[in-house]
C-alpha cells in the first residue's frame, strides 16, 4: 500500500499506549490486541498526531540516519500495518 505526502495519519482514538523507555505498547480494547513498538516505530506512533505522511518523514529524517527514500518504504508497510490491526483512525486514505 502506498501513501500520498498529503495522507493524514491519525492514532485510533480507541487505542491506548503506555511508553517503557524506548518502546511502546499500544493496547486495542476493542479487539483485545497488544502491540510493541521499537524505537522507531514509537517515534511514528507518536507523530501520528494529525501530521501528514510527508511531517512525518521531514521529522525521522532529521532525526536518523537513514535515506528518505528506505525510509519512506518502511514508514508505509508500518503504516498499513497499524492501520490493518485498528490501530490507526480510518479511513486513511491511500
Known amino acids: ?14 487505542a491506548l499506549s503506555r511508553a517503557f523507555e524506548h518502546e511502546v505498547a499500544v ?6 490486541a497488544v502491540r510493541v513498538l521499537n524505537e522507531v516505530g514509537a517515534r511514528i506512533w507518536a507523530l501520528a498526531d494529525g ?4 511531517e512525518i518523514l521531514d521529522v525521522l529524517v ?14 508505509e508497510a508500518f503504516l498499513a500495518e ?5 490501530l490507526l483512525e480510518t479511513p486513511l486514505v491511500p
Open 27 to 32: 493496547i486495542l480494547p476493542t479487539a483485545s
Open 62 to 75: 532529521n532525526e536518523y540516519d537513514v535515506e528518505r527514500t528506505q525510509l519512506r518504504v518502511d514508514t
Open 1 to 14: 500500500m502506498t501513501f500520498k505526502d498529503e495522507t493524514v495519519i491519525r492514532r485510533a482514538p480507541t
Open 82 to 86: 497499524l492501520q490493518g490491526r485498528g
Open 51 to 54: 501530521r501528514t505522511l510527508s
